[in-house]
């Protein structure tokens, strides 16, 4: 009889208990959902180079764009080192909830394939939107003699080993570089540099006299009257460049290619909050004004589904590995 009443006892604590616990759960605030994202809150594109460099400004023109569509602030912020890989090592060990967003560019998918990374592109990341397509060029000192590719290219085979290229170890120039000497037959010499800004300082001084680029940045030093544009690795001319000529056009078909820029965010960022920013940046890259922006800088809009990219990034490091292994046997 006792075991009775006690046992009825603690079943009624219990249901008493229970009923006042679930309209508690009730009150406790859940987090913001997809649909309200962002929710007033900030969100932070990380750039994994210098301020002033193409891939920053592509950065901040789309930052701009998609803060008015969002209504909330989006800032960006350098964090520069080892060619993108604190900046990809910040943002794949950030919270997954869509406020740290990652812009790469082809060169740091390059460094994954040439570098022992802690973090993997494909594995440690969601893929979100395409934010444009640049073409590199190849520049000198105005007071070098080569006037293009043909007079570069003799001017290196007279002088093995004795013309220094800019490079951005383990990045798209080093490469351009070591495929322009294969493909032509030449031996060029890599100077590594940690930004942009740096080798163009050198190149500017006439320590370095080939300058391998974004065409954007080579193209506004070259408004300046302080370096010569030989080629850009574009399949045509841009319209910032109309007098520049392709390296197709100049007998290098191996180095039409260009530098793919991406939005990246932590892996397991919601779904639905990936689509949203898919939306916005597509957006955002073909808005009249941003499409204009962009043409001045030599950068052509790219848009895709979050699916698109993570095929590219694929396709990217396939592409890549391939050519590493073949630098290799040189």
């Not at 759960?25 to 913001?32: I, N, Y």
């Not at 891939?55 to 969002?70: F, K, M, N, P, S």
């Not at 440690?124 to 000192?141: K, L, N």
Request: a positive charge.
């Amino acid at each position: 009889m006792i075991h009775t009443l006690q046992r009825r006892a603690a079943q009624l604590a219990a249901s008493i208990f229970g009923a006042i616990l679930v309209p508690l759960t009730l009150l406790v605030p859940a987090p913001a959902q997809a649909q309200d994202y962002p929710a007033g809150r900030s969100i932070s594109i990380i750039v994994g180079y210098a301020a002033g460099s193409g891939i920053d400004v592509l950065a901040r023109e789309v930052a701009g764009r998609i803060a008015e569509t969002l209504r909330t602030s989006v800032v960006v912020e350098n964090k520069i080192g080892a060619n993108s890989a604190l900046a990809n090592d910040y943002v794949a060990r950030s919270s997954p909830d869509g406020y740290t967003m990652l812009i790469l560019s082809t060169s740091g998918i390059i460094n994954e394939v040439t570098t022992a990374t802690r973090t993997k592109v494909a594995r440690d990341f969601e893929p979100v939107a395409f934010a444009g397509a640049q073409p590199y060029a190849i520049a000198v000192p105005t007071d070098f003699p080569a006037r293009n590719m043909a007079e570069l290219i003799a001017i290196a085979k007279a002088k093995p080993n004795q013309i220094n290229y800019s490079s951005l170890l383990g990045g798209l120039p080093q490469f351009i570089g070591e495929i322009l000497s294969a493909t032509a037959g030449i031996q060029l010499v890599a100077v590594p540099y940690k930004s942009t800004p740096e080798s163009q300082v050198d190149v500017i001084a006439g320590r370095v006299p080939i300058w391998i680029t974004p065409a954007a940045t080579a193209i506004n030093v070259a408004k300046s009257g302080r370096v010569r544009v030989l080629a850009i690795t574009s399949e045509a001319r841009i319209p910032p460049a109309p007098d520049v000529p392709t390296m197709k056009e100049s007998g290098l078909d191996a180095l039409s290619l260009d530098a793919v820029y991406m939005f990246l965010l932590p892996k397991g960022t919601p779904p639905a909050i990936v689509a949203r920013l898919n939306r916005e940046i597509n957006a955002a890259i073909t808005h009249p004004r941003t499409v204009e922006r962009l043409a001045s800088l030599g950068v052509q809009p790219k848009t895709g589904s979050s699916e698109d990219v993570a095929r590219s990034i694929q396709t990217e490091l396939a592409r890549w590995e391939k050519v590493v292994a073949a630098s290799k046997k040189q």
